[in-house]
């Protein structure tokens, strides 16, 4: 069974998705081809216009539009705190739980030698020169909780350090509204060693 | 949380992919326009390709690039045995069972008065004039077992009919490998229905 080379070219294209197995991708065409011919000359214009207009914000690498993302545009943001993440999406998931009223900056990705990732892939030398300017009070670390994410977490501890600047690390443990019963025990061992005097 | 205009714009047009949620669309233009950026650019353009060239099969309706698909254009196929789908996805799993020589017609939807989808819609004329074409022999109706599937699968056999050619309708029943225990009970009943005598 081969596809038309048009068709065939369009699943290939639908599979670099995240997420998006060979069945998918063909759902996807199919679909895109068929009834969704107006959403699929949408998505194919709004590619194209995003390519062009989104970049990353100058100051805290989130993608955006412009110079500034509309955090680091904002002047009713708390400059003394900032949050390092992994990804935008990190980005998102804390700006939405709208628990934090700091800057952010992205460093999209963590450090990874093998891959080839270091300091300058992660912009940290931006990072650095927002620490340098001497607004900032709090370095808070929300990498994620995996090897590389922590080891992330302790360099830039350090770099905070160096400068006499606070760094934290947010809490690991059992998700709110979450059994005990069903949590892994990596997360119960942290939970317990991380646990905080009440009285 | 707002996202800059172009970005939103783009998750908007990924939403409206066939099982893409908000999250899930979020991910996608986040990838696409982080590490993915050279498969944005060809996702791009191998839809406005894509639109362009794939077309609908002139004898059978399958998506193809060009006057006909690969199945009508080949002359090994056994021209007696028209298979009837649905769908495109339903021509490429049946292809891809290697189990039919036979050509195909998809109808690209089903039976389905109060959506405005009749015979017209499903292109019923270009099957009757296959079947008048007196080639040939057998309709085998390979709907879906849903109540549209089932009734539009009825009036097709309706049709070949009159015109005294034999239809058939493939089997259900439980799945190879199936466990009956697993199997729900409108299938099992239907298994029960269809069984054929051995001996």
Known sequence: MKHAPALAQLIDALRTLPGVGPKSAQRMAFHLLQDGRAGARALAESLTQ??????????????????????????????????VVESPADFVAIEQ?????????VLMGH????????????????????????????????TNSTVEGEATAHYLSELAQRRKIRSSRIAHG?????????????????????RQILS
Chains 1, 2 share one sequence.
């Open 174 to 194: 059992v998700p709110m509204g979450g059994e005990l019963e069903y949590v892994d025990g990596g997360t119960l061992a942290r939970a317990l060693s991380g």
């Open 111 to 142: 450090l990874s030698p093998l891959d080839g990732i270091g300091p300058a892939q992660l912009g940290i030398r931006d990072l650095e020169a927002i620490l340098d300017g001497g607004e900032v009070t709090e370095l808070i670390l929300a």
């Open 50 to 83: 995003a390519l062009q207009l989104v970049a990353r914000c100058k100051r805290c690498r989130m993608l955006t539009q412009g110079e500034l993302c509309f955090v680091c545009a904002s002047n009713q943001r708390d400059v003394t705190q900032l949050c």
């Open 97 to 105: 739980s709208g628990s934090f009223r700091g800057r952010y900056f």
